[in-house]
């Protein structure tokens, strides 16, 4: 920051009081300055920060969508085929079950005969 003087042949015109008032209306107004323009720059950025986080909320929210889609298409997916294998598991079971019963009963026709 700048210092404010008065130079000696201005000094002895004005007076010294009115001179040191001089210098600390000029300061005042200097620094009354500086906190305008930092405010100023403070609301702009903060403007700017709420600006990008909803931009940046909204693509998270938009991938987070597209996530859940996929993942509710591959739970599906799953559950199609977790079917299709119960339902082949089945199937082969009640082959064996059948095949088991057979020999079962070939066994026991053999043995009572």
């Known amino acids: 920051m700048a210092i404010v ?4 042949p201005r000094r002895d015109k ?13 300061n005042q107004s200097q620094e009354d300055q500086k906190n305008d323009i930092v405010e100023f720059v403070e609301e ?3 403007r700017r920060l709420i600006e990008e986080l909803t931009a940046l909320e909204k693509r998270l929210v938009e991938r987070i ?12 997916s799953l559950e199609t085929r ?8 089945i ?11 057979g020999v079962i009963l070939g ?5 009572f005969k």
């Open 14 to 26: 004005l007076g010294d009081e009115a001179a040191d008032s001089l210098v600390r209306l000029l």
């Open 5 to 8: 003087t008065i130079e000696k």
């Open 65 to 76: 969508s597209e996530g859940d889609k996929k993942l509710d298409a591959r739970i599906t």
């Open 44 to 46: 702009k950025f903060e």
């Open 82 to 89: 977790i079917a299709e294998t119960h339902a082949d598991l």
């Open 107 to 111: 066994i026991l026709f053999a043995f």
């Open 91 to 101: 199937k082969w079971m009640f082959i064996f079950w059948v095949g088991q019963v």
